[in-house]
């Protein structure tokens, strides 16, 4: 489970996740775009989840990809670090 808190406007690169998942938003609006696999905090305040996944999601080996070639590359985003959630390439 990640509690999570995006800025008005942040997004996220075009990614997998590798395993089920599910989230709830607390407060702010999100916007998640399936087929181009994007998600984006829209709204004017900030966005407050709590998403639930199959397995730990700052371990599990998952695919970046880039929207305009499809290209894909690994990466871990190591939430569960003390360094916390940069994203690692593995």
Known sequence: MAS???AVGQR???HSHETWGVAAIYSGVEHELRYLKP?????EEPTV?????GGNIGTIRRR???????ESRWFVSGWDSPEGASARSS
Do not use: K
């Not at 998600?39 to 709204?43: C, K, Q, W």
């Not at 989840?49 to 996944?53: D, N, P, R, T």
């Open 64 to 70: 970046s990809y880039d929207p305009v070639t499809g």
């Open 39 to 43: 998600v984006a905090a829209v709204g």
């Open 49 to 53: 989840g709590i998403h639930v996944y």
């Open 4 to 6: 999570v808190v995006w």
């Open 12 to 14: 996220t690169p075009v």
